[in-house]
């Protein structure tokens, strides 16, 4: 027993060693890094550590932004623990890099508990941009455009509609659930559109809806920021599970397996639908037949990146639209002269006899500036996905080292007064007339080769959902005479945090609904 004991502690004093040692030298190599280069202003934080992760977890962005006009500089840099961490705060920033310099800017930076230790890293977001993977990358890129490109969209119409009207219906019934609804629609139609799926009615009882769900609660869980020190010193990922400390190890492992188990079920579904004959036709159905399209480019390995592809439609399109017509429903609560403009504008182009459809979509010019506005004011996304430097770089007379990882700072753009007068207005007005402000959409999507191939899905999904509930009903904020707090989630994808609304049935409105899913 003593022996058994020496050996563990033995090997315990030797892991332990050897992690303080290439800590030391990582630190070394940082040092000698920021003094030999100019890099980008910034906090410099405590040696160890640098900027401890918590200060970052609640709207990072506009700590970046304050840090920005605090160094008096367009890019600041810092570093959390090992990581070097660039943030871009200006449009010519970010254009100058992310899109115009895209071939040594569209690498992802690792999440080792994410990627390795729960096995995601072949995810749609998450793919990396070497060598090795450069191929399944524009493979996802080709298949995703394909599916949700502008031509594949116009074949969505009657899909969103019908799903918008089931979300009328629920918001009539239980105006209170409107958060429940909304995501109800959205997951609806990702679901059908991915896998030929149609969810149950009583959506809390839907397997698949909640194994998506649990799905996204485990990748939030395994990439938040700082939770994972792993994530910080890589090297800790070859420490055994049994190392005190090295929970991470286990945890990896049980994610790792429901995860795969999770992205597998809806797929290995639609697959059995197809050898019984009744399948819906679906993003899926249509790659993995035989001689689907594609084909020509995907070969034997189709059947996986297929799987791949459809599990980032509903990580990526679900919770962005959410989050954008959340953000537009309490808006329009907030700021009733708008929301009263964009119903005049329906009522003309549709009247009261019907509810809007795809094909009125391009006639609705207000609605598309209120859009516009949500994503300007309410940015989906205030920080885009990072992205990771794979060469030396130089701009505005600073080193920017390979390896670092680069954000772009979204929220910073949108709040820019030389570009959107008054940011801190809600006012769509900005975007009508012979001279509209800068649209926002160009920052809302990703830069460079890491720009969301949803795109061209999304605002439709998006317009399709407001204009059918402005034709239908007045959002009106409850607590009227107290003033209403406008703040945000903090996450990858963010929102105004909710309050309570109701909708209320406008007068002289006949428009039916129908009894379709």
């Known amino acids: 027993m003593a022996i058994a004991s020496l050996n563990l502690s033995s090997r315990w004093v030797l892991y332990a060693a050897s992690c303080l040692g290439i800590f030391a030298a990582l630190l070394l190599k940082l040092t000698v890094q920021r003094r030999a280069s100019k890099l980008p202003p910034g906090p410099k934080g405590s040696f160890l550590a640098g900027i401890p992760d918590s200060v970052l977890r609640v709207e990072p962005w506009k700590m970046y932004h304050r840090w920005s006009e605090h160094y008096q500089s367009q890019i600041i840099s810092f570093r959390t623990h090992t990581r070097l961490i660039i943030v871009l705060n200006s449009r010519t920033a970010i254009l100058d890099l992310l899109n115009k310099r895209l071939n040594i800017y569209s690498d992802r930076p690792q999440s080792w508990m994410y990627n390795e230790l ?25 298949l995703l455009q394909l599916g949700l490109g502008s031509g594949a969209t116009r074949g969505y119409k009657d899909l969103l ?3 918008a009207r089931g979300m009328l219906r629920r918001l009539e019934s239980e105006p209170r659930k409107y958060e429940t609804h909304v995501r109800r629609n959205a997951t609806a139609v990702i679901m059908k559109l991915a896998y030929g799926y149609t969810i149950a009615e009583n959506d809390a009882s839907d397997f698949f809806v909640g194994a998506a769900e649990e799905a996204s609660r485990i990748s939030g869980w395994a990439m938040a920021p700082g939770r994972w020190l792993v994530d910080s010193f890589p090297f ?35 697959r059995k639908q197809m050898e019984s004959g009744t399948y819906l036709d679906s993003f899926t159905s249509q790659l ?14 189709m059947e996986d990146i297929v799987k791949w592809c459809a599990g980032g439609l509903y990580a990526g399109a679900a919770d962005t639209t959410v989050s954008a017509i959340l953000s537009f429903i309490l808006l329009m609560s907030l700021y009733p002269s708008v929301q ?21 979509l391009g006639k609705l010019h207000k609605l598309e500036a209120v859009l516009k506005e949500v994503l300007r ?24 080292p390979k390896g670092a990882t680069v954000i772009a700072n979204v929220w910073s753009i949108m709040n820019d007064p030389t570009l959107y007068p008054s940011p801190s207005t809600f006012d769509p007005s900005r975007f009508v007339g012979s001279t509209p402000q800068q649209d926002p959409k160009v920052f809302s999507y990703g830069f460079g080769r890491r720009t969301c191939p949803g795109a061209h899905f999304s605002e439709p999904v998006m317009l399709i959902s407001m204009a059918s509930i402005l034709s239908r009903f007045d959002i009106v904020r409850l607590g009227v005479g107290k003033e209403a707090e406008v703040s945000f989630t903090s996450g990858i994808t963010s929102r105004i945090k909710p309050f309570d609304v109701e909708f209320v049935r406008r007068l002289g409105t006949h428009q039916p609904v129908g009894d379709s899913e």
């Open 377 to 400: 004011f309410a940015p989906i996304a205030p920080l885009a996905l990072p992205h990771r430097l794979t060469e030396d770089d130089y701009y505005a007379g600073y080193h920017l």
């Open 161 to 163: 509609e019908e799903q």
């Open 118 to 142: 729960c096995g995601r890293g072949k995810s749609v977001f998450n793919v990396s941009s070497s060598p090795e993977d450069m191929e399944r990358h524009r493979t996802y890129r080709k």
């Open 340 to 360: 009263r403009s964009v119903q005049d504008e329906i009522d003309d182009v549709i009247g009261d006899a019907r509810l809007p459809s795809n094909d009125d």
């Open 236 to 270: 800790l990922r070859f420490v055994p599970s049994w190392v005190p400390g090295a929970h991470f190890q286990t945890q990896g492992k049980i994610w790792r397996d429901r995860l795969s188990a999770l992205s597998s079920m809806p797929h290995e579904w639609t």
């Open 288 to 301: 993995i037949r035989p001689g689907g399209p594609g084909t020509e480019f995907v070969g034997s390995n």
